[in-house]
């Protein structure tokens, strides 16, 4: 632990009194009405001072950045109060590191900064900075800073209320500082240009609502989008710990807490940046609430982690001597997971999401496109992968899939160059249920080797809720089939508005105890199934039977249908039989009713009687079981007439089929008034159970009018 003594100048980063109107007080024009809310006042995050001489720099320095300049990538504008006018190298200084945010951060509108250079009413206090409000962009679940909201929305002044969007203020009465732009260290004294650039830092978006007092940590009930990058060790999200509680309050103290943007953990070695939650109860000698420092807890990187490194820029204490030309690749992954555009060294990207704009309306299903390059690549588009994720409202992030990069953009190569003509991607969403969510895309660089190009839109998703159900009837669990297997049943999808809402069914069998599957095909889907139809009470369900065959080694598998819906456009069902075994020999079955004819007229009671056989048995018939059901003509439910168990002689099918094995294959049931009580027009089906199969492969129909 690094203790301070003596001096410990305060250097206030943010302050951040967000003042947001109320509701009606608004003289601002319709839509920025819907994103301001009451007024609320967010504490300072503080930077001590640390003594030691640091004589650390980070970053390029003002001979390399001459030598490479940087294109400016956002516009900037700085309000100087009269104080500057009396110390024109701290204007200077300042202009510094506005010019490194300008060529690091991306934003199609202006940034208007309100800077002044002031008795603060405290020696120690050297500076304070931050937005001058704060609103949602959209979906109302997530605040940002004036900057980033109007970054994200494309529209000046979306946000704040003032003349700025950041308010910076700086001790004029403080008497130690360097107002070098070089990025050499000069000891003994703080460099103002740092401190400039680290405020801003804050201004743009780097600070979060969480705090804690006496042991009981809270946020806001609509946090900052930093916070959702908030989590745990185990990667728990901190808007997850009830609010407030004093759980939160000890992780909010447990050098235990990170952030999980992605981009983030790009520029860390592919691991969540560690924040500020040490426990200052005992370290540091500095006043603390049961370990949690407002000002100094959370809304940083950790200090002992990072301090004088690449990345110490956005800790919370700033040694003597100690001098950042760059934010660091930290800050720069925590920002553009937050939404900025992001510049890094020797990159100069352009990118858009053409396809969905911002605020669309889509369907569950969707088609994602743009274009993205990075300008700073010596060939080809400087862009080799591009990634889809959404954030829900009030949810984490999730990632959706790689899109398709490298189709042919025209536009895109005339106006940037022909090397960068083959920038398009195409991304087909799907799966998402109804609701808000913002849609972000990160492409990764070939000149930086991260994904650090970004972008955002706002959508709204919404569309038939799906609901899929489905059957395998073919083959039966622990049951047989022939070496040739026929799996067959059906599948609808009742969220779909028209049609069976299914428009493929595929089959797979995998092997009892693991091996290789083997993908059985596409089944023929549409066949007719009446009684889907019926029990749904819709007739667009009728078309949704499938059925497919595949020959395969004998053995013991597990066969699974999987349901391709039209309302998600993703495979979203299955349905299995387990344990079904196959036999080397191929099912045959093959039946026929005798009597009575079609179209007879029967009194009650009469015989139904035929014969069944399945060629490909063994031995014996083939057959074990006839059941048979009266389907009466004019709708209403099947009734089971009964089974036959009990065969008998019939040489005349042994001869037909060719084997004396097949001479006992003969069944006769009676229809009488206990079994088919009411007259009226019928039809029997009967069903004949192979025990090749072990189900009932074959049936026969046949009318008869029954008095």
């Not at 700085?78 to 060529?103: K, L």
Request: hydrophobic letters at 35%; proline letters at 6%.
């Amino acid at each position: 632990m690094r203790r301070w003594i003596a001096l410990r100048v305060l250097l206030t980063v943010v302050a951040i009194a967000f003042a947001v109107v109320p509701p009606g007080s608004q003289t601002t024009a319709g839509s920025q009405s819907s994103y301001l809310t009451s007024a609320r006042i967010v504490p300072l995050d503080i930077v001590w001072a640390d003594p030691r001489n640091m004589m650390y720099s980070s970053g390029p320095s003002k001979l390399e950045r001459l030598l490479s300049p940087q294109a400016f990538n956002s516009n900037i504008t700085v309000t100087y109060g009269p104080g500057f006018g009396s110390v024109p190298q701290a204007q200077a200084a300042f202009q510094a590191a506005v010019d490194i945010w300008r060529s690091v951060i991306t934003s199609p509108v202006i940034i208007r900064v309100n800077a002044n250079y002031q008795d603060l009413g405290n020696p120690n206090i050297l500076g304070s900075a931050g937005p001058t409000y704060i609103c949602p962009t959209g979906d109302l679940s997530t605040y940002y800073a004036a900057a980033l909201a109007d970054k994200l929305t494309g529209t000046g002044a979306h946000c704040s209320l003032s003349a700025f969007e950041i308010n910076a203020n700086f001790n004029s009465t403080f008497t130690n500082w360097d107002f070098g732009t070089s990025g050499v260290p000069v000891g003994g004294k703080y460099n103002f240009m740092t401190v400039v650039l680290h405020e801003i830092g804050h201004g743009l978006g780097l600070y979060g609502s969480m705090s804690a007092t006496g042991g009981v940590g809270s946020f806001r009930s609509t946090p900052d989008i930093y916070d959702r990058f908030a989590v745990t060790g185990a990667n728990a999200p901190l808007l997850g710990f009830v609010n407030p509680s004093a759980a939160l309050g000890s992780q909010l103290v447990s050098n235990n807490t990170f952030f999980n943007g992605a981009l983030a953990r790009s520029q860390n070695s592919n691991n969540n940046p560690k924040l500020e939650t040490h426990d200052f109860t005992a370290t540091f000698g500095i006043p603390s609430d049961n370990g949690w420092r407002q000002g100094s807890s959370y809304s940083h990187i950790d200090e002992l982690l990072y301090s004088g490194t690449a990345n110490g820029l956005m800790t919370y204490a700033l040694g003597q001597a100690e001098v950042y030309t760059d934010p660091g690749p930290i800050a720069r992954g925590i920002l553009a997971d937050e939404g900025w555009g992001i510049e890094t060294l020797g990159s100069n990207p352009a990118f858009n999401i053409d396809v969905p704009g911002e605020g669309a309306t889509v369907a569950p299903s969707f088609t994602v496109s743009g274009w993205a390059i990075d300008r700073g690549a010596p060939t080809g588009t400087g862009v080799d992968q591009v990634h889809v994720y959404v954030t829900p409202s009030g949810g984490a992030q999730v990632g959706l899939g790689m899109a398709t990069y490298g189709q042919a953009r025209s536009d895109i190569g005339a106006a940037f160059g022909a090397q960068f003509t083959n920038s398009g991607f195409t991304f087909n969403a799907s799966g998402l249920a109804n609701g808000s969510y913002t849609l972000t895309i990160y492409a990764r660089s070939t000149v930086t080797g991260s994904f650090s190009i970004t972008a955002s839109k706002h959508i709204t998703v919404s569309g038939p809720v799906p609901n899929p159900v489905m059957s395998l009837d073919r083959p039966l669990t622990n049951g047989t089939s022939g070496s040739t297997v026929t799996a067959s049943g059906w599948a609808i999808d009742l969220g779909s508005p028209t049609g069976t809402g299914v428009d493929q069914v595929h089959v797979w069998a995998f092997p009892t105890g693991g091996g290789t599957a083997t993908f059985m095909g596409v089944a023929t889907y549409g066949l007719s199934r009446p009684d889907v139809g019926a029990a749904f009470g819709d007739s667009r369900f009728t078309n949704s039977g499938f059925q497919v065959a595949k020959t395969l080694t004998p053995g013991n598998y597990t066969i699974t249908a999987y349901l391709h819906s039209t309302v998600t456009g993703t495979f979203n069902m299955t349905a299995s039989a387990t344990n079904v075994t196959v036999n080397s020999t191929n099912s045959n079955p093959q039946m026929n009713i005798d009597a009575p004819t079609p179209g007879a007229s029967r009194t009650r009671p009469f015989t139904i009687s035929g014969w069944a056989v399945d060629a490909g048995a063994p031995s014996g018939p083939g057959i074990d079981a006839i059941h048979v059901y009266a389907f009466p003509v004019a709708g209403g439910s099947p009734i089971f007439v009964g089974a036959v168990t009990s065969f008998t002689s019939r040489p005349d099918v042994g001869a037909y089929i060719g084997s004396s094995q097949f001479n006992n294959s003969g069944y006769s049931i009676t229809v009488n008034s206990s079994n088919l009580p009411a007259p009226g027009l019928y039809d029997f089906y009967v069903f004949a159970r192979s025990t090749v199969t072990g189900d009932f492969p074959i049936a026969r129909i046949v009318r008869v009018t029954v008095s």
